[in-house]
């Protein structure tokens, strides 16, 4: 057999990392690469904070294709527990071979009636009918990437089976045994932080917060992202994107505007993304008033702050 390479064997040194990121169109800067990079060589969950939309969820398909490695992704919600995570038996195939094997046995009884019986219920947990969840399969496919996507939308039971998965890198399966992963998983925990996790789980893993990239940066994003999109249009929507992030005391994260609209949810750096490539579409010259209006879906997803950002556009695109 093989011997697995270890996806902390790829990179010497976190610039080699921060590189191969950006090659896989993933622009991060050196305080993010840096703790992405200790998360391989040191085997920690790297925990992802942040708002909706900062490239968190991206960070770990940006990770798995500069591994060269599956990406499984356990997507969390209110409810989700170890059943949905982990594994499941699947009962409509168990309760299928079990009416078969029982009309088998009566044929042979008929033929036979010293026939042996068979240890059905044996038959019904094996590998044949066993549903690996992404946890399972997280850790039987190694090396792979296994995203947690918004653990806090999970309850606090969730968390202590999650702690204990990833404190062993191991499950047991009461019907099979014991399930170690031969290298461990790259773990990505991504938060929109709608609730506190617990400290338990933040001390397993390495934190870091992703907060919205300032004018630059962002722009560049686009610019790798959308490269169809002229570089006039890219830093308008960019500069837009930028202001409706505004606080409501006009101070705005990395762009220096004061547009105040105090907005339900303000566009983050995907929407940023999919405004410019849905202006690019449509073949827009330049981003004005009107443009902004029609496309305005793209970017804000609510109807208050919908009428917020027109009433404003004459105000944020003036020269």
């Not at 921060?18 to 991060?28: F, K, Q, T, V």
């Not at 991504?190 to 990239?213: E, G, M, V």
């Not at 837009?240 to 994260?253: I, M, Y």
Request: aromatic content about 4%; charged content about 30%.
């Amino acid at each position: 057999m093989p011997v697995l390479q270890d996806p902390a064997e790829r990179f010497a040194r976190s610039g080699d990392l921060a590189r191969r990121l950006d090659e896989s169109d993933y622009l991060a800067d050196e305080a993010l690469s840096t703790v992405a990079w200790l998360a391989l060589r040191l085997h920690r969950p790297l925990l992802l904070e942040g708002e909706p939309g900062t490239g968190k969820t991206t960070l770990a398909e940006a990770l798995a294709l500069a591994l060269d490695i599956p990406l499984i992704r356990l997507q969390c919600y209110e409810g989700i527990d170890a059943t949905q995570a982990l594994y499941d038996w699947d009962f409509p195939r168990q309760i299928l071979h079990l009416r078969a094997v029982e009309a088998l046995g009566a044929l042979e009884r008929d033929r036979d009636p010293a026939a042996p019986h068979r240890d059905v219920e044996a038959e019904l947990f094996t590998e044949r009918f066993l549903l690996a969840r992404p946890a399972l399969a997280a850790l039987r496919q190694a090396p792979v990437v296994l995203l947690v996507d918004e653990i806090d939308r999970a309850d606090d039971e969730f968390e202590a089976f999650l702690l204990e998965m990833l404190s062993t890198w191991q499950v047991t399966i009461p019907e099979l045994g014991t399930v170690r992963a031969e290298v461990p998983p790259v773990i990505v925990l991504t938060s929109n932080r709608t609730r506190d996790l617990h400290d338990a789980l933040k001390r397993r893993c390495l934190y870091h917060w992703i907060d919205h990239p300032d004018l630059e940066r962002e722009l560049a994003i686009v610019r790798r992202r959308v490269p169809q999109v002229s570089a006039g249009l890219a830093r308008q929507v960019v500069t837009l994107t930028q202001a409706l992030r505004s606080d409501p005391d006009g101070q705005a994260r990395g762009s220096g505007s004061e547009a105040g609209l105090d907005l339900v949810k303000p566009p983050g750096v995907a929407e940023t993304i999919d405004w410019a490539r849905a202006l690019s579409e449509l073949g827009a010259p330049e981003l004005d008033v009107a443009t902004a209006a029609a496309t305005l879906g793209v970017a804000i997803k609510h109807r208050e702050d919908g009428d917020r950002v027109r009433a404003a556009l004459d105000r944020l695109l003036a020269p």
